[in-house]
């Protein structure tokens, strides 16, 4: 009895002892679809690293962004690994917030990441985030309805063919809207959609001296054409909705063409989740005949804030979920076609993906058209497509952004709302020593 008394409470000890060791990382993420999925998938890293345990805080898009943005700017510590944009990533680097990524692994193969992607994370030739999946936009469209109203997308659509094009299909069909565009406020939401119009419209946030540009007819044209667009063929209460609502809404049918992020393609054409995955076209990124597509860029990306303590076993994780292991995980569960899309050389070189996934050279196409380096046709003192660089555009263009759904539901004109936004900013570059 003593020796089993003996063993027993050995074997306790090393229990104990396993449960001390392990490490439990806290995860910050957005409640988009792919990751949700690599939640999911999430059992195949934990059976790998016993000594790792995830806990996840799973946020809709703005409400991360206020969160994480408070924590790191506070050095808090909530948060091990952190789900950020292309946006944040310089500027966190810059100011000592977020730890480089070193630790990623021998296999991780860094020079695969497509080049605007990898230099968007890196900061003095340092890698700050990893992609977990990159994107630009496009048009997402129903064939079947362009088919039934005897129209066809051209390869390089025009804003005033989608105008018409919008407005034809919702008189032919009444149950269906038009188009489904983004009204919710926020910077990364209908600003980063209206953003990408205005510099397809040729216009700019700012000129080269940091002057706001919301009073000069590019914007007049681009946001006056997005409220009337929207009031003729888009969705009633469309003031509300972002990225995933209007996910929904052409998902169940209820749009003839949503202008988007290009992730979204592989869950359009999920017969799973989609009724009309088999009814899909995408093209570019409409402009006005100027050549420039809304130059959209974007990642999401995982990133270990300098306040965390497990800073290894957080780049552990972010190895596992942005390498191409992971990648084929998504094939081998859930087919090529679901696979995170637009962050490496690799993907679009393999012919199993590129033959499951209809979307994948439109994504690379729209991807290649993106230059963040001259978002407009005019010369900006700023980099970012469908947003600008700087620490405080975070907050202005959350604010511009509650004025524009302002207008977009009908509480204010469109001028005023420009009057409005032209007035903010001016003060907010004048408060931040932009302009003298």
Not at 247 to 265: E, H, I, N, P, S
Request: with cysteine; proline share 5%.
């Amino acid at each position: 009895m003593k020796l089993r008394s003996a063993l027993l409470g050995a074997c306790s000890v090393v229990a104990l002892s396993g449960t001390a060791l392990a490490e439990t990382i806290t995860i910050a993420t957005v409640n988009n679809g792919d990751m949700i999925r690599m939640q999911r998938l999430a059992e195949d890293f934990t059976a790998k690293h016993p000594d790792i345990e995830l806990q996840w805080v799973t946020l809709e898009e703005n409400v991360l962004r206020e969160r994480v943005t408070t924590d790191i700017a506070a050095g808090g510590g909530q948060y091990d690994v952190m789900t950020i944009g292309n946006y944040e990533v310089p500027i966190w680097a810059k100011q000592g917030w977020l730890l480089e990524l070193n630790g990623l692994g021998d296999d991780y193969d860094v020079d695969d990441l497509l080049p605007a992607i990898r230099g968007g994370l890196s900061v003095d030739g340092k890698l700050y985030a990893a992609p977990f999946y990159g994107e630009s936009a496009m048009i997402m469209y129903r064939t079947d309805l362009f088919e039934g109203s005897g129209l066809e997308m051209p390869e390089s659509p025009t804003w005033e063919f989608i105008g018409e094009a919008a407005r034809k299909i919702k008189a032919d069909n009444p149950d269906v809207n038009g188009i489904c565009l983004r009204g919710k406020a926020g910077w990364g939401e209908n600003m980063a959609f209206i953003t990408a119009l205005v510099n397809s419209y040729g216009g700019r946030w700012f000129d080269e001296n940091w002057q706001p540009q919301f009073d000069q007819p590019e914007w007049k044209n681009a946001f006056q054409f997005y409220v009337d667009l929207m009031n003729d063929a888009g969705p009633s209460g469309a003031s509300s909705n972002g990225f995933n609502e209007n996910l929904t809404l052409f998902q169940q049918g209820k749009c003839a063409m949503w202008m988007d992020a290009t992730v979204a393609a592989s869950f359009v054409s999920n017969p799973e989740d989609s009724t009309v995955a088999d009814k899909v076209g995408y093209a570019i990124f409409p402009d006005t005949g100027n050549g420039n597509h809304g130059h959209w860029l974007w990642s999401w990306n995982l990133a270990v804030p300098a306040s965390s303590t497990k800073a290894d076993a957080a780049q552990a994780f972010i190895a596992w979920a942005t390498n191409k292991a992971y990648t084929e995980l998504v094939a081998e569960k859930e087919g090529w076609a679901n696979v995170p899309p637009g962050t490496r050389t690799s993907l679009y070189e393999n012919e199993a993906y590129k033959e499951a996934a209809p979307f994948a050279e439109p994504t690379l196409a729209a991807m290649n058209a993106a230059d963040i380096t001259k978002p407009s046709v005019k010369p900006v003192p700023y980099t970012g497509g469908q947003f600008v660089a700087i620490p405080e555009f975070q907050g202005l263009g959350t604010t511009v952004g509650q004025l524009f759904s302002a207008a977009l539901a009908g509480q204010t004109s469109v001028d005023d709302a420009l009057a409005q936004a032209q007035n903010v900013a001016t003060r907010e570059m004048t408060r931040s020593g932009y302009i003298k």
